[in-house]
Nanobody, 122 residues
């Protein structure tokens, strides 16, 4: 069992940055691909980014490449998502997830966090 707790969300102006963090419980963190999804109000949850279990490979939603950066620290059981050049359309609840690699498997993660709200004002 893996428990995930996100932090770092908040209100930011367009063009600003945020760094989301996800802390995971358990001793098996390094076995899981870790990543992020987001869900805007009235929309379906969508994939944002994933990082492989040992951190050597990453993948991003095409529309987010170049603005978001995912990283992980297996010694601290944490994964981060750096959000830069934020836009109002990035407003959503961001969910941390743990699952399998590669991306095709990660799209249905095994574990979810409770989510953290990101709001970008224009």
């Amino acid at each position: 069992q893996v428990q995930l707790v996100e932090s770092g969300g908040g209100l930011v102006q367009a063009g600003g940055s945020l760094r989301l963090s996800c802390a995971a419980s358990g001793r098996t963190f390094s076995r899981y691909a870790m990543g992020w999804f987001r869900q805007a109000s009235g929309k379906e949850r969508e994939f944002v980014s994933v990082i492989s279990p040992l951190g050597g490979m990453t993948s991003y939603a095409d529309s987010l490449k170049g603005r978001f950066t995912i990283s992980r620290d297996n010694a601290k059981n944490t994964v981060h998502l750096q959000l830069n050049s934020l836009r109002p359309e990035d407003t959503a609840i961001y969910y941390c997830a743990a699952g399998s690699w590669p991306l095709s498997s990660f799209r249905t993660p095994n574990y979810w966090g409770q989510g953290t709200q990101v709001t970008v004002s224009s």
